[in-house]
């Protein structure tokens, strides 16, 4: 059953300032990751198109940029008794990395089913990890509960300023590395990331125009902009398990309002046959979530003729069995 809420009300969550003010915190402690290109698929889609690896940064994912930067400001007293965080996988890697470089205790409620490979790159950093069942348990229910009874502090994966303006660095090293953008490409679970990426566009690249793209199974935030009001959907069942979000936040989504000019949706094969982009032409492992943004370019459903255009690849955290399975799906779909 679908759910509406209205979203909050007045200033928005972070500027342009934020997002520099994060970079600078993330100096000496994020990876500047690389930008590359691929001549083929420029030619097939007519565009000059520049992928930001952020599969490549600590962590495999863009979320070490937010985590770092919330950690990093929290008062000393605070670092000492710990946080809480709730994710599926990969913000979960980055509170626990963070943590870790910051000497801070970590509890991290986690899905059931998350993917093997992030539940034990979690416990790797030292995190205790607390399981729920995403389909029928309220995680942040239960890291509100856990923030409450031990004095810890909560660390949402994208409903907070400093997570939004932290993942909005990755976008502002983009411009810093390729330059001004025609549109820009970001996959969207709650909006951290989008939020913080066309809040960096806005500030250096005004004319860019910023698009999302959540999977198919879960359009929460393109039916969330449809009624100018947040909806809540079921739980999405699709391999991008960083998406599998049921609504924007409160504060992501009025900036995604405010600042992304559309949101296009990618299905379980487009994600698939993307994975085998990157695998075969760009020797990249690029996890399902990851491969959203690029999507819509390589399966042509995206007209970028004549453009410049900025992809976020956000993540490569894919267990190896689950990454053979998806691209042998593809090799017999092909006949290869």
Do not use: W
Not at 15 to 41: C, I, K, N, W
Not at 73 to 93: D, K, M, T, W, Y
Not at 197 to 203: I, Q
Request: glycine share 10%; net charge neutral; with cysteine.
């Amino acid at each position: 059953m679908k759910e509406r809420h209205p979203p909050a009300q007045g200033r928005l969550a972070i500027e342009f300032d934020d997002v520099a003010a994060a970079a600078e915190r993330l100096d000496g402690h994020a990876l500047r990751t690389p930008v590359l290109t691929h001549a083929a698929l420029d030619a097939r889609c007519g565009a000059q198109i520049f992928f930001k690896c952020e599969n490549l940064q600590h962590g495999g994912a863009f979320k070490f940029r937010g985590a770092f930067n919330a950690l990093s400001q929290l008062p000393v007293e605070q670092r000492r008794r710990g946080v809480v965080a709730f994710s599926s996988g990969n913000h979960a890697i980055a509170v626990a990395l963070a943590a870790k470089r910051l000497a801070m205790p970590a509890t991290i409620v986690m899905p059931t089913d998350a993917p093997e490979i992030k539940a034990r790159l979690t416990a790797a950093q030292g995190a205790g990890i607390v399981t729920y069942d995403r389909f029928t348990e309220d995680r942040e229910a239960i890291a509100r509960r856990l923030a409450e009874e031990q004095g810890l502090a909560l660390v949402p994966p994208f409903d907070h300023p400093a997570i939004m303006a932290g993942q909005g660095t990755a976008a502002l090293e983009l411009f810093e590395q390729a330059g001004e953008l025609d549109l820009l490409l970001v996959c969207v679970g709650g909006g951290g990331l989008i939020s913080g990426c066309a809040t960096a566009a806005a500030g250096r690249s005004p004319g860019c125009r910023v698009v999302g793209v959540e999977p198919a199974a879960g359009d929460d935030v393109r039916q969330s902009l449809a009624r100018g009001e947040i909806v809540s959907i079921e739980v999405p069942r699709t391999i991008a398990d960083g998406a599998q979000t049921r609504a924007p936040g409160r504060l992501t989504f009025p900036v995604i309002r405010e600042r992304v000019a559309a949101i296009e949706t990618a299905s379980d094969r487009a994600l698939v046959e993307t994975m085998r982009f990157f695998a075969e032409s760009m020797k990249l492992v690029v996890e399902p979530t990851g491969c959203l943004a690029a999507a819509p370019l390589v399966t042509g459903a995206v007209d970028a003729r004549g453009l410049r255009v900025g992809v976020i690849v956000s993540g490569g955290n894919v267990a190896l069995p689950a990454y053979i399975e998806h691209l042998a799906t593809t090799l017999l779909d092909s006949g290869g």
